[in-house]
C-alpha cells in the first residue's frame, strides 16, 4: 500500500506563508511527477504546483511568482512554500503523486487525504 500524508496546513493571514509537506511511504519502485492541487468550496480541484522527477516544475499562474514547489527524493517527501498568501488561497491542499508500484506497470495516481490551508484575517 501506498500512502501520501499530507502536513502543514492552518490558518494565516494576508500575506503571511505557510509550507506544506507530504511523505510517500509504503511500497513502492518509483516516484514520478508529484505535485499539489486545491479545491476551494464549490469550486473544482485545480492544479497548483507539479516537479517531475527531474526536477522540472510548473505553476499556475495564480500562484506563480508565490509559491514554490520542490522534493528530497532521499525523504519521499514533495513540499509547497507559499508565500504572500492571499484570501482566494483559502482551499484544502492534496498531495498527488504519480508512483510506480510493480516492475513493467505503468505509474499510478496516488493522493493524499487534503490539509486545510485558510487565509483570513
Known amino acids: 500500500q501506498v500512502q501520501l500524508v499530507e502536513s502543514g496546513g492552518g490558518l494565516v493571514q494576508p500575506g503571511g506563508s505557510l509550507r506544506l509537506s507530504c511523505a510517500a511511504s509504503?511500497?513502492?519502485?518509483?516516484?514520478?511527477?508529484m505535485g499539489w492541487y486545491r479545491q476551494a468550496p464549490g469550486k473544482e480541484r485545480e492544479l497548483v504546483a507539479s516537479?517531475?522527477?527531474?526536477?522540472?516544475?510548473k505553476y499556475a499562474d495564480s500562484v506563480n511568482g508565490r509559491f514554490t514547489i520542490s522534493r528530497d527524493n532521499a525523504k519521499k517527501t514533495v513540499y509547497l512554500q507559499m508565500n504572500s498568501l492571499k484570501f482566494e488561497d483559502t482551499a484544502v491542499y492534496y498531495c498527488?503523486?504519480?508512483?510506480?508500484?510493480?516492475?513493467?506497470?505503468?505509474?499510478?495516481?496516488?493522493w493524499g487525504q487534503g490539509t486545510q490551508v485558510t487565509v483570513s484575517s
Open positions: 509504503g511500497s513502492f519502485l518509483k516516484i514520478n511527477d
Open positions: 516537479i517531475s522527477n527531474y526536477d522540472n516544475t
Open positions: 498527488n503523486g504519480n508512483i510506480v508500484t510493480k516492475w513493467l506497470f505503468p505509474p499510478a495516481a496516488y
